[in-house]
């Protein structure tokens, strides 16, 4: 809001009185807006000292500040991507001849190394803009000797760089494609996205880690049989984290876990132990913080994975440490999570502080809090309560519609 003040008020980007006070008196109401502050007429009294509603001009001083927020928010999302400017940089520095400056600029923005340098489709896109520009200065500029240009340079990098961009394009798609069709019975057509992986030239793949990071998981998802994908996806990552950027890595881990859930699923048990060495690698190159929450999902998946293989107090000191990352409405999520830890160490006496506490909508989640009170009884030898809680479990599983019958079966107390 303070930044946005700044650009308001500045005569570069605004010259409209009104649309300053407008805005003053709207920044006055932040972050609370009530509605009684905010309703258009009393605005307009106040903005411009009681003078008669005028709706037209009203509207027109609201559509110009909206611009001008428009406006901001595009220029801090392009200020905030270094290598968009760059390239804007590049372009202006050719067209006006500062040549000097455009390959200064371009020499200060290449990778350190071109090959594992390049971990984004986005890094590859804004390559192949670095690589093409300098070659259209070799081509064009008149004091360059383009047979010299030509031969100390690889003419064919720019086409590599958006060989690399498509690649990774079209990968991130299919991924998105198998995964929603595991999970939604989504039809696509797999001959199309077949036809265009298989054309895919391997020795480009190959000298990329982050597009071969993806060739692997695309195997991983057609060849679920052929472990080596995980394994060399598994190496990839530790050699090559770093540098991958935080959304695309972020995918690939949770490509990297559903591997792992569908061979627990499938009566791989080992994969417990994979599972859980990737969910440190995950925690190892995230950040979160009260600003960047941990999912809900991931918290409570490391958890319960790393009780299921007797990492009991890496689950305890995991579940304290992240407690504060979780969305605050979400606080019952730490709850739950230490509920299961005190049973996994058998300390039954406090699991009931932390069930107690537990408010959520989730069927399941009541269904797995019933059953802990029904071991809970049953361990402390509060016989009234155990035969009152499975008395209400049974009528809470024979009256509820969103749990499955095959589920129901599956967690029928005795």
Do not use: W
Not at 322 to 333: A, G, M, R
Request: hydrophobic share 35%; charged share 25%; glycine share 2%.
């Amino acid at each position: 809001m303070k930044e946005f003040k700044y650009f308001v008020s500045s005569p570069y980007f605004n010259t409209n009185e009104s649309v300053i006070l407008l805005f003053e008196f709207i920044r006055k109401q932040y972050p609370e807006f009530p509605d009684d502050k905010i309703e258009k007429e009393y605005v307009y009294s106040r903005v411009f000292n009681g003078t008669k509603y005028n709706d037209g001009f009203m509207r027109k001083v609201m559509h110009s500040l909206f611009q001008l927020a428009e406006k901001y928010i595009s220029i801090q999302g392009f200020t905030g991507n270094s290598q968009a400017v760059n390239d804007m940089l590049l372009q202006q520095y050719y067209l006006r001849n500062c040549f000097s400056l455009f390959l200064k600029t371009r020499k200060n923005n290449l990778p350190a190394d071109n090959n594992s340098g390049l971990m984004s489709s986005e890094q590859f896109y804004y390559s192949y803009l670095s690589s093409y520009r300098y070659l259209a200065y070799g081509a064009e500029h008149k004091n360059v000797d383009f047979i010299k240009f030509a031969g100390k340079n690889d003419l064919l990098e720019p086409f590599e760089y958006l060989q690399g961009h498509y690649y990774s394009s079209v990968m991130n798609l299919y991924e998105y494609y198998m995964n929603t069709q595991r999970m939604a019975k989504f039809e696509i057509d797999d001959k199309y996205f077949e036809n265009i992986f298989n054309s895919f030239d391997k020795n480009v793949i190959s000298r990329f880690p982050f597009l071969k990071i993806h060739y692997n998981l695309i195997k991983m998802l057609k060849e679920p049989l052929n472990e080596e994908y995980f394994y060399e996806n598994k190496k990839l990552l530790r050699e090559n984290e770093s540098p991958i950027a935080p959304i695309d890595l972020e995918n690939i881990y949770i490509n990297m876990q559903n591997y792992c859930m569908r061979k627990i699923r499938a009566n791989r048990e080992e994969y417990s132990r994979e599972l859980f060495e990737i969910y440190k690698m995950e925690l190892a190159n995230n950040e979160f913080s009260a600003e960047k929450n941990i999912s809900v999902i991931l918290y409570r998946n490391i958890v319960f994975t790393s009780l299921q293989i007797s990492e009991t107090e890496f689950a305890e000191n995991f579940a304290e440490k992240y407690k504060d990352f979780l969305p605050e409405e979400n606080i019952s999520s730490y709850y739950y999570a230490k509920a299961h830890v005190l049973l996994k160490k058998g300390n039954f006496e406090e699991i009931g502080k932390y069930l107690s506490r537990i408010k959520s909508s989730d069927e399941m989640l009541k269904a797995d809090i019933k059953s802990m009170y029904i071991l809970l009884y049953y361990e402390t030898d509060a016989l009234d309560q155990l035969y009152s809680i499975i008395d209400t479990f049974r009528h809470f599983l024979k009256n509820n519609t969103g749990i499955s019958d095959e589920k129901k079966k599956s967690i029928q107390p005795c």
